[in-house]
């Protein structure tokens, strides 16, 4: 199986700030990686697929790069209700599609 | 507007069934391969089970394998899973998911139902 590594765990930053999180395949997945957003008691919301595009709706402050085994998810100027826990994902293989361990991101 | 709306959670006991229902509307069910992923309180997402547009092919985790059954009924626009020999580490909250892409199926899900709470408890 596809192990998916996230780094940090856990951030806080405040309002305007950029932050990255970094989420890392145990092997390549080109780009079939996915990003989601979720907050608490509510279902995840898909940000970013195939590693750079963004979902319908979403707000272009989110962006995501990367190809191969690294990947990045950016918030360009952190907003208040961007508090959530994020969770990458890779589709590369089924099965099972693997999720990373989420990064919790707070506002100071 | 498309809705995915969970319901059959609830408290059995180890070793308990349980049927999970999903109903699915505002898009052609029958064009899209549906997930199921779930939520262990205060823990991250795990996928579960995975059923193409057609009912087939179907995929299962390891952890559920031989346990659970993926069913849809097209006609009905509902999609199922039977949860059979539960265990504690089965409690957690059950989503079901629509794949992106429809037939096509990338594995990036872009609507999810409000979830169901499943509790594995003697």
């Known amino acids: 199986d596809i192990q998916m590594t996230q780094s940090p765990s856990s951030l806080s930053a405040s309002v305007g700030d950029r932050i990255s999180i970094t989420c890392r395949a145990s092997q390549s997945i080109s780009t079939y990686l996915n990003w989601y957003q979720q907050k608490p008691g509510k279902a995840p919301e898909l940000l970013i697929y195939?590693?750079?595009s963004l979902q319908s709706g979403v707000p272009s402050r989110f962006s995501g790069s990367g190809s191969g085994t690294d990947f990045t998810l950016t918030i360009s100027s952190l907003q208040p209700e961007d508090s959530a826990t994020y969770y990458c994902q890779q589709s590369y293989t089924t099965p099972p599609l693997t999720f990373g361990g989420g990064t919790k991101v707070e506002i100071k | 507007e498309v809705q995915l709306v969970e319901s059959g959670g609830g408290l059995v006991q180890p070793g308990g069934s349980l049927r999970l229902s999903c109903a699915a509307s505002g898009f052609t069910f029958s064009s899209y391969s549906l997930n199921w992923v779930r939520q262990a309180p205060g823990r991250g997402l795990e996928w579960v089970s995975f059923?193409?547009?057609?009912?087939?092919?179907?995929y299962y985790a390891d952890s559920v394998k031989g346990r659970f059954t993926i069913s849809r009924d097209n006609a009905r626009n509902s999609l199922y899973l039977q949860m059979n020999s539960l265990r504690a580490e089965d409690t957690a909250v059950y989503y079901c998911a629509r794949d992106r892409l429809g037939i096509a199926a990338d594995g990036a899900f872009d609507y999810w139902g409000q979830g169901a709470l499943v509790t594995v408890s003697s």
């Open positions: 195939a590693a750079s």
């Open positions: 059923i193409s547009s057609s009912g087939s092919p179907i």
